[in-house]
């Protein structure tokens, strides 16, 4: 079994800082590509940043120069630095992974259960 588990996620007021973490455990052969994705209300989900197994990154334009992605390959760990928070920051954010099980099996996307960002005054 493989399980990603976020922590991190809270209320903030617009400007601060929150930093979310998302370790992955179980039987893991090598992780290509971990990234947070997000959800707002009446929003579809969408890509916050990803940073694959090379440590290449993307981002999503409306957080590029305040968010920062980073990842511990000794601890199946990534994180997302976030700066500068505003109102429209607010969603749920998932961990996602692309990875491979085994040698022999194919990419396999994972998803956490979400952490809720909420940032108000």
């Known amino acids: 079994q493989v399980q990603l588990v976020e922590s991190g996620g809270g209320w903030v007021q617009p400007g601060g800082s929150l930093r979310l973490s998302c370790a992955a455990s179980?039987?893991?052969?090598?992780?290509?590509?971990m990234g947070w994705y997000r959800q707002a209300p009446g929003k579809q989900r969408e890509l916050v940043a990803v940073?694959?197994?090379?440590?290449?990154?993307n981002y999503a334009d409306s957080v590029k120069g305040r968010f920062t992605i980073a990842r511990d390959n000794a601890k199946n760990t990534v994180y997302l630095q976030m700066n500068s928070l505003k109102p429209e920051d607010t969603a749920v954010y998932y961990c996602?992974?692309?990875?491979?099980?085994?040698?022999?099996?194919?990419?396999?996307?994972?998803w956490g259960q979400g952490t809720q960002v909420t940032v108000s005054s």
């Open positions: 996602n992974a692309l990875l491979v099980r085994a040698r022999w099996d194919t990419i396999q996307n994972y």
């Open positions: 940073i694959t197994n090379g440590g290449n990154t």
């Open positions: 179980g039987n893991i052969f090598n992780i290509n590509a």
